[in-house]
Every structure is written in C-alpha cells, then in structure tokens.
C-alpha cells in the first residue's frame, strides 16, 4: 500500500542541502526546482503554495487543506462484515483474503475519499529558467525571492494569519508578464506527470465536469464544481504600476464558507505595507518561543527548516497537518495516499515538537479537531469494535471518518491511545487545570473505557488484545497479526492507562484512579530477546531493520521509563 514518508511536507525543500547548509535561514539556493517537491515552500495552515520552474515557466502551485471530496466508501460501512468480530473470524479461519478484498483494496481501488489539489498561478513572461541566479525562502520572514540576471525580481510570501497570497514583480521584465490559471485536469484525458512520488489515479477518476476560468482587467477567477454540491474557487487580482506588478490570490470552498473573491478583496482594501506587518508581527513572535544553536551547519539549518515548516502548517484554529500538509502533489493525479490523515505516526511526530519548543498553541489546530469529531470516533467505535467508549481511525478523512487500507494500522485497536498521549503531553507543558479536567482527562478516559473492553483475562490474570500489530511489520498480510501482544500495542495500552489514572488522581478522582492502575498494573511485561533488546512481541526478535521501529514506543515516543512530573496545578 504504502511506503510511508514520515511527513511527507516535512521532506519538501530539501533537495539542495549542499548549497544551502552554509546559509542559515534560508531554503533554496541558485536555481528554481523543476518538481514540485523540491519547491520552495509557503503556508499558514489554511492555504498553500510551492514556488517552482515548470517547462522553463514560474509556477506557484496553490493549495488549500479543506480541499477534499469527502465522498464515502461504500465498503465501510456499518454492516455485518464491517466489524472487528468478523475480521477476527478470518483470522482465525485463515482466509484473511476476505478482509483484505473488503477493507484494504477499496483505499487503493476507489479515489474518494481522499484531498484534491487546487490550482496553479504561471507567470509568461519572466526571463527563462537558466536566467535565475536565485531563488530562496528566507525562514526568518517566510518570503520566497527569485532574483533574475537582467535584475527583475519576484518576491512573494504567504499571509501568516490570513488566507491570502501576495507577490510582487519588480524590474524591467514586469509589464510583459501575463498571468494564467492553470487548472487540474479532472476531465478525461488528463495529464498525468510520472514523478516518482507515489502518486494516486488520476485527477479524471473522481468524474468532475471541468470547472471554467474567467478573466477581465487583472482579475482571473476560476471556479471549480466537484461532487454532491462541493465546490471551490481560485481568485486572483493584480495590478501595473510602472514596473511594478502587484497581485493577490486565494483559494474558497463550499465546505469552509470561505469565498476567495472577498478574500482579495479584503487584502486589497488593507493595502500591501499593512499585510506584510501583520506577517512579520506573527512570524517575529513564532521564532520568540524558542531557538536553539548546535555547531554542526546541516543540523542546524535542518532543525531551523523543520521548524520554519511546522510554523507554515500548523495554526490553533486551522485542520490538523496531513500527509502533505498545504502542498498537495501538483502532477496531476490525486495526491499520495490521497493526502489524508495516518495516525500511526505521521500526525503525532509532525507535532511532537510542540512541546518541548514551547509551541503549545501550534499544537491546539491537532487537539481541537480530534476533540470536535469525538461524536465520529464514537460511532467508529461502536459500529467496528462493538464497544462503548472512543477510538480514532488510524487513517481517516478531514472530518474523521474511516478510510480502510491496511487495517491492522488503519484501523489499529490502540490508536486511539496514542493520540489521548498528547492530550495528555498538553496538559504536562501547559499546567492548565482547565485543560486537564476539560479535555485532556474526559478525552483518554473515553479511549481508556474502549480499550478496557478490547482486553481479554488471560489464565494467568493478565490483559492482553487477543490479536495484536505492530505498523507495519508484514505489511497487511494475514501474519502482520499476532497472537501475542506486541510491544507497540503494549506500550500504547500501558501509556493510555497510567497517565489516565495520573490525571484522574490529579482531579481527585480516587476510585477512577484506581481502576485504570489496577488494569495498568495486569498488562504483560514487554517482550525481549536473548541480548535483552525489545522485540517486536514474544517470541518475535526483530531480524531485519524497519521504518516504523514501532517496537521501540515504551523507550523512545512515550517514554515509560520516566515518570512525569506534574505537580504546578
């Protein structure tokens, strides 16, 4: 299904790591890129963009996270054969065939639900590509700058807290520039751009009529019709003066309420000086929380990068950072595993900065949705699980449904409790009593009553999960179960109920304390080999290396060896 990227817009930027390590703050180098994961990035959680060279043109590829065709599967669905009883059945019998037909191939087999891209913005007009003597993404401001040999130069940024883009052409080649719309090709015969960056069907498949660009008088509007009412539109407006060539642009959905015609308009009326303030102000107070200095350059341009990135995705009132974030694939085709939301690894790391950088409310956007679609996992919980109680699908769409795939991680019996973990880191670095009994304590204390009930009393009074996994340790294959428990299933377990029963104790919940440390205190030792090394579970050393290294979560991502300290309350 999927060799997995760990954060797939975390990996953007980093193709000219020789020309740039000796330039602190600053992504890019001497040359555009000619793909568009190796553009120069701009975001603010909402919308996107990559700077780039396409067929020797200037190319911003424009993105928005609420773009999705939310359309659903119909093979998920709460049947007799959606649940985990029945799956349990197929394991049991050895023809795990069926639920690999049922609910792994539709992800791959059908195109929705799954995020789309939006639109490019190209530029005839400049000098040619091999004119560029540089093109950057200065952290400090994120502002990208191209700087062209005749002296011409295109300066545009991203607004930190608005959803609007501007740019600035400035020199002797801005009045023979004309600007253009280019679109998907989600009619038939589609161009479809093989880049090697695992990427989906293409855009034709999920059967949109081809949406119409206008223009007038430096304003082009493009207006695109998807499925079942959903819609969205791509403005941009721009002006002449000398040669100067100012220009705004922004991307609206039907789903947001957002109308991108209003948006330019807006930053129009607030004026250029005004904006690029309000810009800097954000981005000035972002780096504020923290820094750090190492004497290796490539370490500390790469830390300075990860975290000019995450302050381009990550907003306290925007979605949370999917597989690509703002800067889905722009290539023609629905981007890699359709950009959505994996919880087995990719949304906990892409924030696991937060807390330690002193970046809570960066984190907020991750922990406000997973609050607001607990009605959604709730009823994930029952319809698949048959359980009371809250798990979280560990892939799903921008609202939280299920997507299938690979079900062992997808649909993993212990996601759910690695994501109540970092409800639970919030409330260790924030010390907000609120937080604490608000959110973090009823949000794990919901997870912590599901996977009660997912536990089975073993002959020797332990509590075990009767079928466990560990991502991805034989892909989806009838063996990627295990009949012991994994030390990855394992840690999660005894993660989710000591810090549920240190926030109950915490509270003064005694009784509920209580019960989740004597459930804590019955879960199984973690399984090791002869040299004393964790395993992936009894009996099961790990032979060959692995991406995930899943089976490291108690020493590595939760810790269990500390005890956390939380006594500010």
Known sequence: MRTRILIFAFALGTACLETIANTPGVIGGKSLATKWDEALPLGNGTIGALVWNRNDTLRFSLDRTDLWDLRANDSIAATDTYSFAWVKEHIKNGDYGNVQAKLDDPYITYPVPTKIPGAALEFAGLPSGNEVVSAQTDMTNATATIV????????????????????????????????AIKTPQYAPGGNITDDNSHAGQGLYSLGYTQGKVTEENGHIRYVQPGAEGFQYDVDVRYRLDGNVLNGVWSIGTTLSGDKSDQITEAAIRRGETEDYKSHLDFWQKYYSKSSISVPDKLLQWQYDTEMYKLGSLARKDTYPISLQGVWT????????????????????????????????????????????????????????????????????????????????????????????????????????????????????????????????????????????????????????????????????????????????????????????????????????????????????????????????????????????????L
């Open 148 to 179: 062209y040999s005749n002296g011409t130069t295109v300066t545009t940024y991203v607004h930190a807290t608005e959803p609007v883009g501007r740019f600035r052409i400035e020199g002797p080649d801005a009045a023979k520039v004309t600007l």
């Open 329 to 568: 694939a722009d290539n023609g085709s629905l981007p890699p595993w359709k950009g959505d939301y994996h919880h087995d690894l990719n949304t906990q790391l892409s924030y696991w900065p937060v807390y330690t950088a002193n970046r809570l409310e960066e984190g907020e956007g991750y922990l406000n949705t997973l609050w607001n679609q607990r009605d959604t996992y709730k009823k994930f919980t029952r319809d698949y699980f048959g359980t009371d109680g809250m798990n979280v699908p560990g892939v799903c769409t921008l609202t939280g449904e299920p997507m299938g795939g690979w079900i062992q991680y997808s649909m993993s019996q212990t996601c759910g409790a690695w994501l109540a973990h970092h409800f639970y880191l919030h409330w260790l670095y924030s010390a907000d009593k609120n937080f604490l009994k608000d959110r973090a304590y009823p949000f794990s204390k919901e997870v912590a009553v599901y996977l009660e009930q997912q536990l089975t009393e073993y002959p020797d009074g332990s509590l075990r999960l009767e079928y466990s996994s560990s991502p991805e340790f034989h892909d989806n294959s009838r063996e990627a179960w295990f009949d012991q428990m994994t030390n990855y299933d394992l840690a999660l377990c005894r993660s989710l109920f000591s810090s549920t029963a240190d926030m109950a104790e915490k509270l003064g919940k005694t009784e509920e304390a209580s019960h989740w440390k004597e459930i804590c205190s019955r879960l199984p030792e973690s399984a090791v080999d002869e040299s004393g090394g964790l395993s992936i579970a009894p009996d099961k050393p790990l032979t060959t290396s692995h991406r995930h290294l899943s089976h490291t979560m108690s020493i590595t991502l939760l810790k269990l060896w500390i005890r956390p300290a939380q006594t500010a």
